[in-house]
């Protein structure tokens, strides 16, 4: 018996079939391929586009982005989501415009979770795209990328601390001041710690206190924030017996996407004296009054009945104003008028 060998029509027909195996694999894969495809937009850092975003006010509101048209946004049917590693229920059936789809959540997302919301969906829900497709969502991170703006500040107290003495040459000037960050913009992850901007002796440039950043003091992520400052002292102002202080909030060089951003529409400006107390420090500042004859003299004892003819005293009180930017007449019923300085 002679050795079998392929024949020429033996090996088209093996060709044949290892083409449709290979065409039949190419479909299978292809399908499977499509079939796991979400269809979301890819992330995009550097131009800061996320296919699953949340920066709405509220902070409850996710945005799917897809690359078609969303023909059927569905039901809350096949959707997972979790905040926090918890899973939520979405508030009603999600919503379509164009490329996106809106998702309700129930409550805010907290400062702790803003990294850790999760989406997921498995196709059931009746969510289609341009051309039928039933797009497949498997584990995908929500971000806030959200970028702030001057409307995202909201003042608090502010104001000049007492002083720990008032005197010709104000000393130990310190000044408070009080934000309160958008819970959105706290949630970002774009957020840069807000910094304070102060010039001691507005509208001068200088001297100034910059870069020093608020302390949040509401605990982490309440977006309540506080800062004080501090001024060695002022020298004597001749002009109005004032000096102004101006302060504001800022963001600067925050290696984020956020740019720099002086929120100056949250501008407070501070007025403050600049007098020393009658009975201040240092001398001759003794708050006590200049009378002549002086309070308790013997010129100044009369007795019970008897009347006071033609009395008169003099005051050579020296009040420690630092100009003299008020005149006020004082009348002695028998003395002419006298002018003083008072605050």
């Known amino acids: 018996m002679k050795p079998w060998k392929p024949t020429e029509n033996n090996n088209n027909f093996n060709s044949l079939t290892s083409k449709l195996i290979l065409l039949f694999t190419i479909l299978i894969l292809s399908a499977t391929g499509s079939f796991a495809q979400s269809y979301l937009i890819p992330v995009d850092a550097p131009n800061n586009r996320y296919p699953i975003t949340f920066t709405d006010i509220d902070q409850r509101t996710l945005i799917l982005e897809f690359d078609r048209t969303v023909t059927a946004p569905g039901t809350s049917t096949g959707w997972t989501i979790t905040v926090g590693g918890v899973p939520v229920v979405m508030a009603g059936n999600p919503s379509a415009v164009g490329n996106f789809l809106r998702i309700t959540l129930p ?188 309070v308790d003299d013997i010129r100044t004892l009369f007795c019970v009945g008897d009347d006071i003819v033609a009395f008169t005293f003099t005051d050579a009180t020296v009040f420690d104003c630092q100009v003299e930017v008020c005149t006020i007449c004082l009348w002695y019923s028998c003395r002419e008028w006298d002018t003083k300085c008072f605050y």
């Open 107 to 294: 409550s805010s997302i907290t400062y702790a979770n803003r990294n850790s919301v999760m989406v997921s969906y498995n196709g059931t829900g009746g969510l289609t795209l341009t051309g039928g497709l039933n797009p497949i969502i498997s584990n995908v991170q929500a971000v806030n990328n959200y970028i702030a703006v001057a409307s995202d500040f909201t003042n608090g107290l502010y104001g000049e601390l007492p002083p720990r003495d008032i005197c010709a040459r104000v000393e130990d000037v310190d000044v408070e001041f009080q934000l309160t960050l958008s819970k959105r913009y706290r949630n970002s992850i774009h957020y840069a710690h807000p910094r304070i901007w102060v010039q001691w002796e507005f509208p001068n440039g200088d001297p100034r206190s910059v870069g020093t950043y608020f302390t949040e003091v509401g605990g982490a992520g309440s977006g309540s924030y506080q800062v004080v400052q501090s001024y060695n002292g002022y020298p004597d102002n001749t002009i109005n017996c004032t000096w102004d202080i101006s302060m504001y909030p800022y963001l600067w060089n925050t290696g984020t996407l956020q740019p720099n951003l002086q929120v100056t529409q949250n501008r407070v400006i501070i007025t403050i004296p600049n007098y020393k107390r009658d009975n201040g420090t240092p001398v001759p500042g003794t708050g006590d009054l200049g009378l002549d004859p002086p």
